[in-house]
């Protein structure tokens, strides 16, 4: 089937971010894949930053589509391609109402132009550069000889499973887990909805003593952590198995947890609202995220009603991570 590119040229880092969060999660259909890089009219193409392009994958129900989260200049240009299949494409002026409708303001001209016949997810995907959240620097196997060797440094290749720190959601979940394992020692550790593992391969690279769980609903997500785990020398360290939510022998008979980790949705965050309060311990710290900013005070609320405090509320590119603990 023939496969079609949506191109959007604006200026600034924060609106291309933007209309790149609108593209994937506010607006339908949603693109099989989509780039966001610094784009330079009179020559080579992300000439000053590297390009952060994201594939379609199996997520699993609970799982966010990638967005690009980019680091370069404020004011460069910066271009957004939106990969649509044949029978998936948006006309150009719909689009551009769609996205203008969303955002509350006019948009650029959308460009909608064939892409050649071959496999562009995956050379969009091995384009991946690396990305720092907090200490951790999450990389590609492309990329493994020019990042620094270090307990730092995951290794994550984009593929089925949901997690390569590109996303607002894993990146402020990362940036949360090195913020709150600098102050505290955790012993029992969740990681609910893990996708590719990111996340409680952090947790055992900061935390060498801790027991750690790791949880997806969907199956091919936990081969592919358990292997990221592997790969990543903390495959012994880290129990991965399927579970949908909190329902399971391994998370009932683990004991109170006191850290747990839920990057999934809001709405079966706010749905394990009450259950998360009998899993995690009194002071206890909970990490959520996969929340859209305007999502979060109905989140907020439930876990209010359910025993918690809020501690921090972060805002990246349009996504809410949550730092709260439980009320003893």
Request: hydrophobic share 45%.
């Amino acid at each position: 089937m023939s496969q079609y590119v949506a191109s959007i040229i604006v200026t600034g880092k924060d609106e291309a971010n933007e209309i790149a969060t609108a593209l994937q999660d506010l607006i339908e259909p949603a693109p099989d894949a989509l780039t966001l890089f610094e784009h330079n009219p009179t020559g080579q193409e992300g000439a000053a930053q590297p390009a952060a392009p994201f594939g379609q994958g199996s997520h699993g129900r609970y799982a966010p589509q990638p967005i690009a989260v980019s680091f370069a200049r404020e004011h460069d240009d910066w271009k957004i391609e939106a990969y649509y299949s044949e029978d998936g494409l948006p006309a150009a002026e719909a689009l551009r109402a769609s996205l203008a409708e969303v955002l509350g303001r006019p948009v650029p001209d959308v460009a909608i132009a064939p892409v050649p016949d071959n496999n562009w997810v995956a050379m969009s995907q091995a384009a991946l550069p690396p990305v720092q959240a907090g200490r951790f620097v999450i990389h590609g196997s492309h990329d493994r000889d020019r990042v620094p060797r270090g307990p730092n440094a995951i290794l994550i290749d984009a593929g089925e499973a949901f997690g390569t720190a590109h996303h607002a959601t894993t990146s402020g979940c990362l940036q949360a887990i090195d913020r709150v394992t600098r102050t505290r020692r955790y012993r029992n550790v969740l990681d609910l909805g893990c996708g590719s593992g990111v996340l409680a391969i952090a947790v055992a690279r900061v935390l060498p003593r801790a027991l750690i769980l790791a949880s997806d609903m969907d199956v091919p997500s936990v081969a592919v952590a358990a292997a990221n785990m592997a790969l990543n020398g903390v495959g012994a360290r880290i129990h991965v198995f399927p579970a949908a939510g909190l329902d399971h022998p391994f998370i009932r008979h683990a004991g109170l947890f006191d850290l747990l980790i839920a990057n999934i949705l809001a709405g079966p965050l706010i749905e394990l609202a009450p259950r998360m309060s009998r899993a995690v311990e009194p002071g206890g710290t909970l990490l959520l995220s996969g929340i859209l900013v305007p999502q979060a005070p109905q989140v907020i609320a439930a876990y209010r009603a359910s025993g918690f405090i809020l501690n921090r509320h972060d805002r990246i590119y349009g996504w809410s991570t949550l730092q709260l603990s439980r009320a003893f």
